[in-house]
């Protein structure tokens, strides 16, 4: 049975009422995950309204992306694997698309979950996620993206280009892929994911942050 620990009803809510009566809001610190099997990526439909959050599979726990912080550490830094759309430093940091390989580096196994939403409600069974943007240290940033084994970009930040920036996929799924930075720093990558409902479009944007260290 799935967790709806949505922070944002203890820590959340709590800073935000300090920060409105002009107090200090920095002890209620955002939960960060930096290991484990975690669907940065998972859709909830209520009836009415998709929601978009974060699934930690090892405790079965949802996060409001608002107050979650994803952490990838030195130890995520691998060779890069040579793909242009990697850029041209010698290494990236990867969290990989196997469970077994981020066990062994003791980094986030990041996927993209569907899981949660049935069949026969949305049009063709499939929902879209979009990369809205991408910035790091507060700037756009082109050193994020999602891709296959064999080089198949999911989603890429690159502001030069319009592909890769969205793709569908079947409800009822799990998908996983390499997440790769670029260079190290604080990402907010701001994804949305849209489905069409009784022909009545339905979307949810979120923005997640990423630490990267260096």
Known sequence: MRTRNRLLTVAGLAAATLATAGLNSSAFAATTLSAGHVDVLDADWDGSALSLHAHDEETDTEYDPADLTLAVP??????????GFLGSGSQVWLLPDTQAEANAAGVLFPGISTEHLTTGTFANNSV????????????????????????????????ATTNF??????VGAHNHAN?????????????????????VA??????????VSS
């Open 74 to 83: 030195a130890a995520a830094k691998v060779t890069n694997p040579g793909f």
């Open 179 to 199: 997440w790769a930075f670029e260079e190290a720093g604080t990402y907010v990558l701001t994804f949305r994911v849209q489905g069409t409902v009784a022909g």
């Open 202 to 211: 339905k979307t949810a944007t979120e923005a997640y942050t990423v630490v």
């Open 165 to 170: 920036k969205s793709q569908t996929y079947s």
């Open 128 to 159: 879209t996620y979009t990369l809205v943007s991408a910035t790091r240290n507060g700037a756009a940033t082109e050193d994020f993206s999602v891709f296959t084994d064999g080089g198949t970009r999911w989603f890429d930040s690159n502001t």
